[in-house]
């Protein structure tokens, strides 16, 4: 019974969710593949600079492998819910912009089914498309007078994903898992394009998909304990999963349209990780992942493999104290992510990131389990060829981790 009021409650928080999950984007890169793809990182991962394949920790909810659900305790209901704001400044031959924004990042669940047998259930954004710009140029300029072209691009959408997962250990130190992925959403990418001579006939050109497909995700993770040291070693894999045919361009020229239809795919992907842990106050994580985004098409054209690594570190100072910071959890990360598009011809910017942040333990007299994450990154997204959009980001992520005991017995005396 305390289970199913729990996977009850689970499912009307998650419905409850879509409300409030429209996420702010304003980056001309989202124009290309999927737009800007987001991890699957709850507050901590996100904090060490998105690792976690590797990474195993009864109090922590970690999606990035789901071999890790089965380390939560007995008796523990963890509730994870993050957002961040961000301000990006955007530079291109000199011209800058400043675009701030405020996005919804993640909610998850997690509690034990059985014994060595845990639960996940999430909902966090795929993928998320924001833009919009143009240009003039000048088509001829002669004694008849002076025509010029203007072309503006915008977009907007982006793909969600649900997400529910188990985590087992059929024995100690060896867990295996599978999340079970539904990812839904849309996109437009509309071009206008007009002339000063009002001769010329206005071209309309609009990209539009409605997306919806199942994906799944297995993970494996191994744990040795040495002493005081603990080393766990990951690896995930995702097959790819086709997409209903519901891809369009749609050009209007005049009155009349011309419409084509695509097939569109979500990459395999590979991941591992590998996380050494002393004492349980000093944890040292790194992740590698490839996404093979070569064998996808977006509207016709193919994107590109994307790789991804990161290193990240988690230090605490005392496990059992009331001190405030010396029970606070410090935790710094990198990141280096290549891009899933190109862009004519050649692969699109790659992106480097810094993030440090902080566990603040809420300290009470019911529960010293639970954490504010807050977290300050620093993103760099670096173009691949002259003259293109340079990038450059400052995030504030905040999260709140809940760590509620549950299913426990009350007992009369």
């Known amino acids: 019974m305390k289970i199913f009021k729990a996977l009850l409650l689970s499912a009307i928080t998650l419905l409850a969710v879509p409300v409030c999950a429209e996420n702010g984007m304003n980056s001309p890169y989202t124009r290309y593949g999927f737009g800007q793809l ?21 109090n922590q909810i970690n999606m990035l492998n789901p071999a890790s659900y089965a380390a939560i305790d007995t008796l523990t209901f963890l509730l994870d819910i993050g957002a961040s704001l961000s301000n990006t400044n955007i530079a291109e031959n000199g011209v800058k ?20 047998l845990g639960f996940t259930l999430g909902m966090m954004p795929y993928s998320n498309i924001g833009y919009k710009f143009g240009g003039t140029e000048t088509i001829y300029d002669d004694e008849d007078g002076k025509v010029t072209s203007t072309n503006t691009y915008s977009g907007e959408g982006g793909l969600h994903q ?18 079970f992925s539904y990812i839904y959403g849309e996109m437009y990418h509309y071009i206008y394009n007009q002339y000063s001579d009002a001769n010329i006939t206005k071209r309309t050109k609009l990209y539009m998909a409605d997306i919806t497909t199942y994906n799944l995700n297995f993970g494996l993770q191994y744990q040795a304990n040495i002493g005081k040291s603990r080393l766990t070693f990951g690896a995930t894999y995702r097959p790819g ?34 996380s050494y842990t002393y004492d349980n106050r000093l944890t040292i994580a790194a992740d590698y992942s490839i996404q093979q985004y070569s064998t996808v098409e977006f509207f016709g054209a193919k ?50 990131g810094a993030i440090v942040g902080v566990g603040l333990p809420i300290m009470n007299g019911w529960n010293g389990k639970s954490i504010v994450n807050i977290s300050a990154q620093a993103v760099h997204t670096r173009p691949n060829a002259p003259g293109m959009i340079t990038e450059n980001s400052l995030r504030l992520n905040i999260g709140l981790s809940f760590n509620e005991t549950w299913f426990n017995k009350w007992k009369v005396q």
């Open 38 to 58: 987001c991890g699957m990182e709850t507050g901590t991962s996100k904090s060490m600079g998105g690792t976690g394949i590797g990474v195993r920790n009864s």
């Open 97 to 116: 912009l400043n675009a701030r924004n405020t996005t919804f990042d993640y909610l998850a669940m997690q509690f034990r089914l059985l014994p060595r």
């Open 162 to 179: 649900v997400t529910a997962g188990l985590g087992y250990s059929p024995f100690k130190g060896l867990s295996v898992g599978a999340n």
């Open 241 to 274: 999963a086709n997409i209903d045919d519901e891809a369009y361009v749609i050009e209007t020229i005049s009155v009349s349209d011309t419409i084509g239809r695509y097939h569109m795919a979500l990459p395999t992907e590979y991941g591992a990780g590998v």
């Open 303 to 352: 994107g590109c493999d994307r790789t991804r690594a990161s290193l990240g570190v988690e230090y605490i100072p005392e496990l059992l104290t009331r001190k405030l910071l010396r029970r606070t959890r410090y935790r710094a990360g990198l990141h280096y992510a290549t891009a899933h598009y190109t862009i004519d011809g050649k692969q699109g910017p790659t992106e480097y």
